[in-house]
């Protein structure tokens, strides 16, 4: 572990790229003695690990941690609660508690610009257990009011941003059997598929901090070997860019983040400044690691070297 620290604080001296104060926010396996995941930070040069969370469920997790934009709070997934919950917490990750209620299984999205707001998926067909079924996206209240459904299509709508100029929500589905990337209003109204794509999935979506671009990872459907890409694209769907491109053996190869797994886990983040993105990858080992690269697809670097998974990043400061 020492010598792991070491490493990260080396690499952060030669990488240093990023502002004084931001931090990314992962999950990770490091120093898990039951396959679970808790939540952990770092600097983006590589330095300064920290570990905020120690109750994890055994071989379940704390994840998702995502931090609110006046940096007061942070709402993260977890099981402590009974089935896979949305838990808040003051921004040190003192005072949690649980947030969403209900016995279905509730997934994080993200907050809404002035941090008075969430949006996330629910399992919502009352049919079926709580932890399967018809994933849909909610907005609601941090105090647990107006818990709003505003998607209402079958399928799996998920991994919801809510965009900094605070007018448009961002998710995939697959509602039409492939996953495609959507935008739509703060209401659910004036709905918009991005990317209109049937043999190749779209997961995994960001905003820019200046609401004109996002990125996402991209795999195409129905071919011998799967392979996964980071692509960025502008607002309205135009102008796709793929940043990895690297489909050589064992490099970007889809691996589930669990068996049988959907690629809806993966995630992507953008640096505050606009310049970079972070993402998890197996690219080059048997585990995920956080890499970052820059927003022209130049400067791709390892973050994260700890031999185990780290997955769902958020990148944050100022």
Same mark, same amino acid.
């Given at each position: 572990?020492?010598?792991?620290?070491?490493?990260?604080?080396?690499?952060?001296?030669?990488?240093?790229?990023?502002?004084?104060?931001?931090?990314?926010?992962?999950?990770?396996?490091?120093?898990?003695?039951?396959?679970?995941?808790?939540?952990?930070?770092?600097?983006?040069?590589?330095?300064?690990?920290?570990?905020?969370?120690?109750?994890?469920?055994?071989?379940?997790?704390?994840?998702?941690?995502?931090?609110?934009?006046?940096?007061?709070?942070?709402?993260?997934?977890?099981?402590?609660?009974?089935?896979?919950?949305?838990?808040?917490?003051?921004?040190?990750?003192?005072?949690?508690?649980?947030?969403?209620?209900?016995?279905?299984?509730?997934?994080?999205?993200?907050?809404?610009?002035?941090?008075?707001?969430?949006?996330?998926?629910?399992?919502?067909?009352?049919?079926?257990?709580?932890?399967?079924?018809?994933?849909?996206?909610? %907005? =609601?209240?941090? &105090? #647990?009011?107006?818990?709003? $459904?505003?998607? *209402?299509?079958?399928? @799996?709508?998920?991994? +919801?941003?809510?965009?900094?100029?605070?007018?448009?929500?961002?998710?995939?589905?697959?509602?039409?059997?492939?996953?495609?990337?959507?935008?739509?209003?703060?209401?659910?109204?004036?709905?918009?598929?991005?990317?209109?794509?049937?043999?190749?999935?779209?997961?995994?979506?960001?905003?820019?901090?200046?609401?004109?671009?996002?990125?996402?990872?991209?795999?195409?459907?129905?071919?011998?070997?799967?392979?996964?890409?980071?692509? %960025? =694209?502008?607002? &309205? #769907?135009?102008?796709?860019? $793929?940043?990895? *491109?690297?489909?050589? @053996?064992?490099?970007? +190869?889809?691996?589930?983040?669990?068996?049988?797994?959907?690629?809806?886990?993966?995630?992507?983040?953008?640096?505050?400044?606009?310049?970079?993105?972070?993402?998890?990858?197996?690219?080059?080992?048997?585990?995920?690691?956080?890499?970052?690269?820059?927003?022209?697809?130049?400067?791709?670097?390892?973050?994260?070297?700890?031999?185990?998974?780290?997955?769902?990043?958020?990148?944050?400061?100022?």
């Amino acid at each position: 572990m020492a010598i792991f620290l070491l490493l990260l604080i080396v690499n952060g001296a030669c990488n240093g790229q990023s502002s004084s104060g931001e931090r990314i926010i992962f999950d990770s396996q490091l120093n898990s003695r039951n396959q679970s995941f808790e939540l952990f930070s770092i600097s983006p040069d590589g330095s300064d690990l920290k570990q905020h969370t120690f109750d994890a469920v055994p071989r379940r997790a704390n994840t998702s941690g995502q931090l609110s934009p006046d940096g007061k709070h942070v709402i993260f997934g977890t099981y402590k609660y009974g089935g896979y919950k949305i838990a808040i917490a003051k921004s040190d990750f003192s005072s949690q508690r649980k947030l969403t209620k209900g016995p279905h299984y509730t997934y994080v999205g993200s907050w809404s610009p002035d941090s008075k707001q969430i949006v996330y998926s629910k399992v919502d067909t009352k049919s079926a257990p709580y932890f399967q079924g018809d994933l849909e996206i909610f %907005v =609601m209240h941090i &105090d #647990g009011t107006r818990d709003v $459904n505003i998607s *209402n299509t079958k399928g @799996a709508d998920s991994g +919801a941003k809510w965009s900094p100029s605070g007018e448009r929500i961002l998710f995939s589905s697959d509602r039409t059997g492939n996953s495609d990337i959507y935008s739509m209003d703060v209401d659910g109204k004036n709905l918009k598929n991005l990317t209109h794509t049937p043999n190749i999935d779209e997961f995994g979506p960001s905003w820019s901090p200046n609401s004109k671009q996002i990125a996402f990872h991209t795999m195409k459907r129905n071919t011998g070997s799967q392979y996964i890409d980071l692509c %960025v =694209m502008d607002t &309205d #769907g135009s102008n796709k860019r $793929n940043l990895t *491109n690297n489909h050589t @053996a064992k490099r970007n +190869a889809f691996v589930p983040y669990y068996d049988g797994a959907s690629p809806i886990f993966y995630q992507t983040t953008w640096s505050p400044n606009g310049k970079e993105i972070a993402f998890s990858s197996k690219r080059n080992s048997e585990n995920f690691e956080i890499f970052i690269i820059s927003a022209n697809g130049k400067n791709l670097r390892q973050l994260t070297t700890n031999g185990t998974n780290n997955v769902f990043p958020f990148w944050y400061g100022k």
